[in-house]
Every structure is written in structure tokens, then in C-alpha cells.
């Protein structure tokens, strides 16, 4: 029988149109059911017309359905996509500006930091509610989460969840990409793999047709004459370790304690052509410039011409290939998060890391990757405590437990002082209550004192 598919968060038409694209390529995919679900119905509504105008422009005989019942588009269903942003626009916006009142900067703030680390507060409770949901009327379903912050959440699924949760990121192709171009090689001839955290995933192989690239590409970046302006956090990272990082220079430098620091430095490290760069808030700004045309784009489309879905090049998304492998047995090979289990030898086996393997009817296949270099696998446990605090206080609802994890996040700890940390942890938590019912008690009673105070002034 052809699967069912549940995307949840559908109504986030960059991930649910490419992602169903994607898996519409393969024609023995082509007679599943999407079920797509969202809280938002009219943005759920505007991304079920673009599909079903394609599906049935291409004429397959894909069953599409539509609705904001969670639940009922998880039911029966083999596989299932995780693309939501809990809180939306309105709570990113505080997990960027608040921070910054107290003098830390972030360019993304949805993966570590002050940011990433309120939107796993966010996230964990909604997930496991999913969890909740997949084991009631999805037992046995392949859940693949693209939601940030990507460790915390792939964590908290298969820990807390019970459910077999992989973790969807394509950082690593896309700096597979930048490596490339800077080495002059084709991409489908360059090999690589890499072993870290996500988006801390570190190159331990980079190869063309058996030749050892490693030593090359510090020099081939620092040459190329855009890389060398674009990558400037990356490039030093690569200088002092030895060893090639995700993510974009934007993200990698909120990540580590050393080039966000201090204000009047930041712009040596940044570049201004583009969001990705370092640019302060620039994830905020493009989220916010997509929301706006997101009803003007949805219309054009509907206008334009439905696209051949037969011979349209798949994205480098993972999504689809790992459902064709485990329906058809083709192999896939790809970077995957998942729980440790030993893979990578000096991080805890209980953490969510990100590491080479691959996918056949019976499943997922990771190798043991054995020791990060000392350096890398430095940085990255300095990151998955954080996590581990962030997802322990989530599910606890534990309030010192989350100060302690923003505490002792490498940027926020270089730039505030303890008794900072937990004035700007209790303005986020109040700023979000809505969006956090494990503390939702506490962010009462805080909202309380400082109108008290207020009203004393």
C-alpha cells in the first residue's frame, strides 16, 4: 500500500511544497496520501490549493487532504514531517530583541544562545505532544523533524517522546557546496564526511577521486575572492582547528564565545551582502519580509504554470530519499541527527549528534565515527550541556535549571553577568508565557512583581 504521509506545520510553504515536490518525483511514491496540518488556516488553506493545482496538473493519482486536526493527519500514517515554529514571528521576536538589551547579539538565535534556547522551550512541549499523538494513532511511524532547535527537540523526541525521531538538516550539504567551489571540484565528485552536532558538524573527510583534500582548503578559501569576505568566522574557526564547520558564518558565530562579544567588533567578522552573513537579527528580517508577501507569492503561483514534477530536479532535502529507500530498498547516504549511542566516541552517548549513515528498507544505519579531534569535540560538549539542561528544564518546567542552561551558553556567558542572566531569562519567560505552559505559573507571578514595582516607582 502507498504510505501515508502527515506534514505538520504544512502551512510553512518553503519546507511543505518542496518538500512534497520532492517525494512526487519518485513514481512509486506517486500514489500516497499527504495529509497536511497546521494551526493556521489560511496559510494551511493557501499551500493545500498550490499542491493540489500540481498534483493535478501532473496527473498522479496522490490522494492530498487538508486539515487543523493534528491528530486525524497523523492517523495511520508510515512517515511524518515536523516543520513548526511554536510562537510564530510574535515570540521570535523577543528571542532576539531582549537578548540584545542585555548585550547579546545573535544573527539566527533558533539553535543555541539566549534564542534557541527559549524557542526549545517553546518547541519540546508541542513536540512531545506529537509524540503523544504518533504512538496513540501512528504507532511504528518514522518521524522526521526539520524544526529548529534541531538537537534539543530530536533529543527530547526520542528520550522523552517515545518515538524514533531523525533529525533533518542541510547544513552539511550546503557547505559541502561552499568546499566545491573554493576547491574547483564538481560537486557530485566531491566526497566528504562529517561527525559533530548540528550545525557543529565538523569535515573529517574531504576527498576527490582518492586524493586527500584537507590540507588545500584553508588556502583555497582564503583565496576565493567571496568566501574569503563571507566566511570570516568560519575561516578562523578552520585556521585555529584544523577542521571545516557547519553552519553559515551567521550561525556559527552565536554558537561560540569568541567573535559576537563585543559590539564594536562584530562587523569584522560579518558581512553585509546578505541576512546569513552575521547581520544582527537577519533571520528575524528575512522571516518578516517572507511573512509579508506570503498571500502575494501563494497567489502569482497559483497564476504560473504548474511545474513537471516528473522531471524537476529533487532538492537536496533528506525527506524524500529516506522515505524512497525504506519503501523501495534503494540506498540513500546522507548526514543524519540522531542519538548517540557510541557513534562518536568522546561525546555523550546519550546526545543528539549529527553524523554520516545510511537508509534501506530496514531502516536507518549509522557507523561509528570514533574520536572528534580534541578541539571540535571541545566545543561541541560545551554546547550539548547546554542542550542538555535547555531540554531538561523544558520537560520539567524547571526555571533555575533553565537559567543555568542559558548560564552556561559560550555566548551569553561571555557577555552577561549570573545576575543578568536571570533578569533577562525571567523577561523571556514573561514575554512568552503564552507559548510556555510549564511555567506559565511563574511567569505569572513575575509579570506580577514587575507591575508592583513599576507602580513603586
Known amino acids: 500500500m502507498p504510505p501515508r504521509i502527515a506534514m505538520i506545520g504544512a502551512g510553512s510553504i518553503g519546507f511543505t511544497r518542496t518538500l512534497a515536490h520532492d517525494i512526487l518525483a519518485v513514481s512509486e511514491l506517486r500514489g500516497c496520501e499527504l495529509s497536511l496540518t497546521d494551526i493556521n488556516a489560511a496559510n494551511l488553506d493557501a499551500v493545500y490549493r498550490l499542491l493540489e493545482r500540481d498534483i493535478a496538473a501532473n496527473g498522479f493519482p496522490t490522494k492530498l487532504s487538508k486539515t487543523t486536526d493534528r491528530r486525524a493527519a497523523l492517523d495511520g500514517a508510515k512517515y511524518a514531517f515536523c516543520t513548526v515554529r511554536v510562537g510564530g514571528l510574535e515570540a521570535f521576536e523577543t528571542d532576539i530583541r531582549i537578548p540584545l538589551k542585555y548585550g547579546v547579539d545573535q544573527c539566527v538565535g533558533d539553535t543555541l544562545c539566549a534564542g534557541g534556547i527559549m524557542y526549545g522551550q517553546r518547541g519540546i512541549p508541542v513536540l512531545l505532544d506529537v509524540c503523544r499523538d504518533i504512538r496513540d494513532v501512528a504507532p511504528g511511524c518514522v518521524f522526521m523533524n526539520y524544526s529548529n532547535p534541531m538537537a534539543m527537540l530530536t533529543w527530547a523526541c526520542n528520550t ?3 518515538v524514533n525521531t531523525i533529525g533533518l538538516c542541510h547544513g552539511v550539504q550546503d557547505s559541502t557546496e561552499v568546499l566545491a567551489n573554493a576547491l574547483g571540484v564538481p560537486l557530485s565528485e566531491l566526497d566528504v564526511a562529517a561527525a559533530g552536532i548540528n550545525h557543529q558538524t565538523w569535515f573529517l573527510t574531504v576527498a576527490h577521486k582518492g586524493r586527500d583534500l584537507r590540507a588545500e582548503v584553508l588556502g583555497a578559501l582564503e583565496r576565493h575572492p567571496v568566501y574569503r569576505e563571507t566566511e570570516k568566522v568560519r575561516i578562523d574557526i578552520l585556521r585555529r582547528f584544523g577542521y571545516w564547520s557547519t553552519e553559515s558564518n551567521g550561525h556559527c558565530s552565536e554558537y561560540v564565545p569568541w567573535y559576537r ?3 564594536d567588533r562584530i562587523a569584522r567578522w560579518i558581512d553585509r551582502r546578505e541576512w546569513i552573513h552575521g547581520e544582527t537579527g537577519g533571520y528575524l528580517r528575512f522571516c518578516k519580509k517572507t511573512r509579508a508577501t506570503f498571500a502575494r507569492d501563494c497567489s502569482r503561483w497559483l497564476k504560473e504554470p504548474a511545474p513537471d514534477l516528473s522531471s524537476q530536479a529533487r532538492s537536496r532535502e533528506h525527506g524524500s530519499y529516506i522515505i524512497e529507500a525504506m519503501e523501495t530498498g ?18 555523550p552517548p546519550d546526545c543528539v549528534i549529527e553524523a554520516p549513515g545510511y537508509i534501506d528498507r530496514a531502516g536507518l544505519h549509522t557507523p561509528i565515527v570514533g574520536d572528534l579531534p580534541l578541539a571540535c569535540a571541545a566545543t561541541c560538549n560545551a554546547s550539548v ?40 531569562a525571567d523577561e523571556m519567560i514573561a514575554a512568552q508565557k503564552k507559548w510556555l505552559p510549564q511555567y506559565r505559573v511563574r511567569a505569572a507571578r513575575g509579570t506580577e512583581r514587575r507591575r508592583k ?3 513603586h516607582r
Open 330 to 347: 534503494r540506498t540513500y547516504r546522507g548526514h543524519f541527527n540522531v542519538i548517540n549511542r557510541g557513534c562518536i566516541t568522546n561525546l
Open 453 to 455: 514595582a513599576s507602580g
Open 160 to 162: 522523552y517522546g517515545g
Open 261 to 263: 562579544k563585543r559590539r
Open 385 to 424: 550541556q547546554v542542550q542538555r539542561m535547555a531540554v531538561e528544564a523544558a520537560v520539567r518546567g524547571d526555571v533555575v535549571l533553565l537559567k543555568q542552561a542559558m548560564l552556561h551558553d559560550p555566548l551569553v556567558g561571555a557577555v552577561c553577568s549570573p545576575p543578568e542572566v536571570w533578569k533577562m
